[in-house]
């Protein structure tokens, strides 16, 4: 008895393919991991961000805290609405880093706390969007690059500053009582407006540049810094932080798409694009399966000893154990007339077996552990498995050649 079998490749081939098809992806892999190594290592000094007065970098604002710590000013960094507005009491100052990043329920509750509350609120670059409730009468003009510039105002701080660092985002309004400084093209790049009726008023400044320790030694900056935060003796630093519980809603919760920015959906969309198009490619360049003729014809014997030797390697001691069982349990069944269908049920099988056996030495053989039993522990009990089988069946075929049979004529 023969069959056929297709050749397998070789592991080691197959590994080597695998390797030669992955190996550009990998490489791209290793450098974007070196790359962000490289990166987290040279910003692993930065111990805080931009504007945050604990933080010594360029960008930083340390240099102003102290600064104000010498005139006798505290400061308290908060980083939710919450803490912004239960601490931006009577008498202090509050310092908005980022307006435009709250949300209008962030700004409402910040003006709801502070509106009555004699004092001042520092709004850093505020765009349209935070003044529509900080400083409604105020518009905004587009920005425009710093450079040193005159007060040109009555402002005393900003007449005592001189020339300060200013540009950026410019301010105009109508409303009565207003200090416009430093003009940036026919707009101001500072501009305070003071409260009518309360002991208050709000500074607007179109740029931060001038309180980052990079520039603070700078002309004026450090003056007007010192007299626009100085006012009050306590100062509310307010750093927007994306962890604010109050910045989204409970049921405006943002999705997973709605995390990814703009331009970056774009990317995934042409990235998604790209993928179809070679996943029909490749559909199209493999092709439907074609059948074919087999190159070689295969003994039955090769067969078997090359699934032996696959089971061996793969220590499948348990998927090997039960195709022997299974086959002799196959072979018995015919010859004790157990029918096919019942050839696999211990309850069925066993008992005609043992009355097959009737007194043979096999009788007293634990045939429910041999037949049904669990998988050998090695490779030596799975060979006595195999020849213990073999001593069954030889066993049965050998009682049913000797048992007597009837004559055909009685």
Same mark, same amino acid.
């Given at each position: ?15 080597? +393919? ?31 961000? $931009? ?10 604002? $340390? ?115 207003? !200090? ?38 700078? +002309?004026?900056?450090?003056? *007007?810094?010192?007299? *626009? ?35 970056? +959906? ?52 348990? $998927? ?26 211990? !309850?069925? *099988? ?61």
């Amino acid at each position: 008895m023969t069959t056929a079998t297709t050749a397998t490749t070789t592991p080691g081939h197959t590994a080597h +393919r695998l390797w030669t098809r992955s190996r550009g992806v990998l490489l791209g892999l290793l450098l974007l991991v070196i790359g962000g190594i490289v990166l987290a290592t040279l910003r692993s000094g930065e111990q805080h961000g $931009r504007l945050d007065p604990r933080s010594a970098d360029q960008t930083g604002s $340390r240099a102003l805290a102290q600064l104000l710590s010498a005139h006798g000013v505290t400061t308290q960094v908060v980083t939710t609405s919450e803490e912004a507005a239960a601490a931006a009491g009577p008498g202090s100052t509050l310092l908005i880093t980022a307006p435009d990043v709250l949300t209008e329920g962030q700004l409402t509750s910040l003006s709801a706390a502070t509106d009555r509350a004699p004092g001042r609120t520092v709004l850093l670059a505020p765009g349209a969007t935070s003044l529509q409730v900080l400083a409604p009468t105020v518009q905004v003009e587009p920005q425009i690059g710093n450079a040193a510039r005159q007060p040109g105002c009555s402002l005393p701080a900003a007449r005592s500053a001189g020339d300060v660092l200013l540009g950026g985002l410019r301010y105009a309004t109508s409303a009565p009582s207003v !200090d416009r400084c430093y003009d940036a093209s026919g707009y101001s790049a500072l501009l305070r407006l003071p409260a009518l009726d309360a002991d208050r008023d709000t500074v607007l400044l179109g740029s931060p540049d001038f309180l980052y320790n990079q520039h603070l030694a700078e +002309r004026g900056n450090a003056s *007007l810094a010192l007299q *626009l935060l100085g006012t009050h003796k306590h100062v509310v630093w307010y750093l927007p932080s994306v962890s604010d519980p109050s910045s989204t809603a409970p049921d405006d919760k943002p999705g997973l798409l709605g995390l990814i920015p703009a331009g970056w +959906r774009w990317a995934l969309l042409q990235l998604a694009l790209a993928a179809l198009c070679a996943a029909l490619w490749r559909a199209r360049r493999l092709g439907p399966l074609v059948p074919e003729r087999l190159p070689v014809t295969v003994p039955a014997t090769e067969t078997t000893e090359g699934h032996a030797r696959l089971y061996e390697q793969a220590h499948a001691r348990d $998927r090997a154990s039960a195709v022997l069982r299974s086959a002799t349990r196959d072979r018995l069944a015919p010859l004790i007339g157990v029918p096919a269908a019942h050839a696999h049920t211990p !309850d069925v *099988l066993l008992p005609a077996v043992r009355t097959q056996l009737g007194t043979a030495p096999l009788a007293t053989t634990d045939l429910q552990s041999l037949l049904f039993g669990p998988a050998p522990a090695d490779g030596k009990a799975l060979v006595h498995l195999a020849d213990q089988l073999d001593t069954l069946e030889s066993s049965i075929v050998s009682q049913e050649r000797h048992a007597p049979r009837e004559h055909p004529d009685r």
